[in-house]
């Protein structure tokens, strides 16, 4: 199986400002999805992002405020934007791996805004 | 739009004993898949088992089973000789074969007792 690794593994931010999180995989896959869980919460998907196309968007979520980067086929980048306290929850990569229609996951990104 | 339903927000279980965890989910699809995930403490969601709904026959894996009853739409878990390390929050996932989109249901916390 794919390894996925993801940076920062926890940060603590100050409202206002924005944090980028990176999203590697080293195999070469098609769809990368992102994540959002909100504390004591489960997930709830962003966003899906294609490699040489626009991320979809889920309803909610806003490419103003969750940029989504898709240079190549092993990574992908999430900004939370103009972050508030109401941002502060895990964010999770995702991929599609061994043509099976099932997603692995990256260790998560523990988000927390002041 | 589809839903998964988890109903027990916590169970518990002694060491080397069997526990059944809930999920239904509601669908006018036809071609769909099925997963439990696993959710420690170190946040990584890790994929415990799946199906696919086109399978009559129950999906196991090692001291994981499931029991899939299509026409109810009921996808439980069974685990049988719980170990320690089983402790975690479990999440019962859809995934739709149309738009590729996962959807969690709340999640169960299993606690496992020596």
């Known amino acids: 199986s794919a390894v996925i690794s993801q940076k920062p593994s926890r940060d603590i931010c100050q409202r206002g400002t924005s944090l980028t999180i990176q999203c590697q995989v080293d195999?070469?896959?098609?769809?990368m999805f992102w994540y959002r869980q909100q504390p004591g919460q489960s997930l709830t998907l962003i966003a899906t992002?294609?490699?040489?196309?626009?991320?979809?968007?889920e309803s909610g979520f806003v490419i103003d405020k969750f940029p989504i980067s898709r240079p190549n086929l092993t990574f992908s980048t999430l900004t939370v934007s103009n972050m508030s306290p109401e941002d502060s929850s895990i964010y999770l990569c995702?991929?599609?791996?061994?043509?099976?229609?099932?997603?692995?996951f990256g260790p998560g990104t523990r988000l927390t805004v002041l | 739009a589809q839903t998964v339903t988890q109903s027990q927000p916590e169970m518990s279980v002694q060491e080397a004993e069997t526990v059944t965890l809930s999920c239904t989910y509601d669908?006018?699809?036809?071609?769909?898949?099925l997963f439990w995930y696993k959710q420690p403490p170190s946040r990584q969601m890790i994929l415990v088992i799946r199906?696919?709904?086109?399978?009559?026959q129950n999906a196991t894996e090692n001291r994981f089973s499931v029991n899939f009853q299509k026409a109810a739409k009921s996808f439980s878990l069974k685990i049988s000789d719980s170990q320690l390390g089983d402790a975690a929050m479990y999440f019962c996932?859809?995934?739709?074969?149309?738009?590729?989109?996962?959807?969690f249901g709340t999640g169960t916390r299993l606690q496992v007792f020596p």
């Open positions: 995702s991929v599609d791996l061994g043509g099976r229609s099932t997603q692995y």
């Open positions: 195999s070469q896959v098609t769809m």
């Open positions: 992002a294609n490699q040489g196309s626009e991320a979809t968007y």
């Open positions: 669908t006018s699809e036809s071609d769909y898949y």
């Open positions: 199906q696919e709904a086109y399978k009559q």
């Open positions: 996932a859809y995934r739709s074969a149309k738009t590729d989109k996962l959807i």
